[in-house]
């Protein structure tokens, strides 16, 4: 488990400053935060975030926090096929910023994911990740 502090935080990124690309990816830490996502922390206008997941939990007393993405200013983002799981947010409220391409999910649906997520994943047979998908690689 990883931990996270500080404004900005991310499971995958903290403030993705320049267009950018997040593709294929999943966090499982804990995340302690101001301002903080399950994968981005800050996303830039150009940036695309495709294909993600977080089951790691956000711990926060502020309003700036998501389970994939804590804040955006752009509507010029490319997001879709995200997902996280329900509960992961331990502060004031449940994913303040509702953005399409992003859906909260309960345990059973998002461990049968694998599919949906690409082909960058694959089921986790081995218990790896918990029974949550894995990468190709893994």
């Not at 400053?17 to 922390?41: A, D, F, H, P, R």
């Not at 294909?51 to 926090?65: D, K, L, V």
């Not at 399409?100 to 081995?126: R, Y």
């Amino acid at each position: 488990m990883v931990k996270l502090y500080g404004s900005g935080a991310g499971g995958i990124v903290g403030d993705v400053v320049v267009s950018s690309q997040v593709l294929n990816c999943y966090n499982t830490g804990k995340i302690k935060c101001e301002k903080g996502g399950g994968i981005v922390g800050d996303l830039t206008r150009g940036s695309t975030i495709a294909n993600c997941y977080n089951i790691g939990t956000i711990e926060t007393n502020f309003m700036e926090y998501a389970g994939i993405i804590s804040y955006t200013t752009s509507s010029k983002n490319t997001i879709r096929n995200n997902y996280y799981l329900e509960n992961v947010i331990n502060g004031t409220s449940n994913d303040r910023i509702i953005i399409d391409g992003i859906e909260a999910m309960e345990e059973e649906n998002l461990k049968g994911l694998s599919s949906v997520l690409g082909v960058a994943f694959k089921e986790d047979d081995n218990n790896i990740n918990n029974g949550y998908p894995i990468l190709q690689w893994q």
